[in-house]
């Protein structure tokens, strides 16, 4: 779908004819072709021993569901599974945006750099899939090492927005630096040098007392 757009097309094809085909076989097998359901692809399978196959893809509203199952006793048990995934698949979740291109989600500090810190920003709009109902808690945190080792160029990855909901996968997004940030001068690491072992001995001394 995303590495040979330009071939993808042909899964949709409902009848096509070529050479060496036996023409009762020029018809697509997919079952939910042309049912109003937004299907596009992909495949359809059959054995003795695994019984009836998909794998299905379709799009509705900039959405796109992909979907497999096997293990299907008949042709019409197949096509009533694929119709039945389609509509919960589509009806069930909702893409929503989690960030827009720029937005800060954090700040970062950075070490030795002749800039203190930079802001973790979303590089580009970040959307993803949530439930319609039953959502529950949406969970969100930044990832990365801390603090980031100058220089950072502006635009370079620095972080990982994680989104968790429950019952569906965790989804990690990049976030990039929004700022340059280049290697400090003498004084410039000099201060971080004393901020970062005062910041030792305070929670050494903290530790102590706990």
Request: no cysteine; glycine share 10%; aromatic share 10%.
């Amino acid at each position: 779908i995303t590495e040979f757009p330009e071939y993808y097309g042909y899964f949709a094809m409902e009848e096509y004819d070529y050479d060496g085909r036996s023409p009762a076989n020029r018809f697509n097998r997919n079952p939910v072709l042309g049912t109003g359901l937004g299907a596009d692809g992909l495949k359809t399978g059959h054995t003795e021993e695994t019984g009836y196959s998909l794998v299905g893809s379709a799009v509705q509203d900039e959405r796109r569901l992909i979907f497999a199952f096997t293990g299907l006793e008949s042709a019409a048990a197949r096509r009533r599974e694929a119709e039945a995934m389609i509509v919960w698949g589509l009806r069930q979740f909702a893409i929503k945006e989690v960030a827009s291109k720029g937005d800060v989600i954090g700040e970062i500090p950075v070490w030795m750099g002749s800039q203190s810190s930079i802001n973790a920003v979303a590089s580009d709009d970040l959307r993803m899939p949530f439930p319609t109902v039953g959502q529950g808690s949406v969970t969100t945190r930044i990832e990365y090492l801390s603090p980031l080792d100058a220089p950072i160029a502006e635009g370079a990855p620095v972080a990982e927005l994680v989104v968790s909901i429950p019952s569906i996968p965790v989804r990690r997004f990049t976030l990039v630096s929004d700022r340059e940030s280049t290697r400090g001068g003498f004084v410039p690491r000099v201060r971080a040098a004393s901020t970062l072992l005062f910041d030792m001995a305070i929670g050494q001394v903290r530790s102590l007392m706990e």
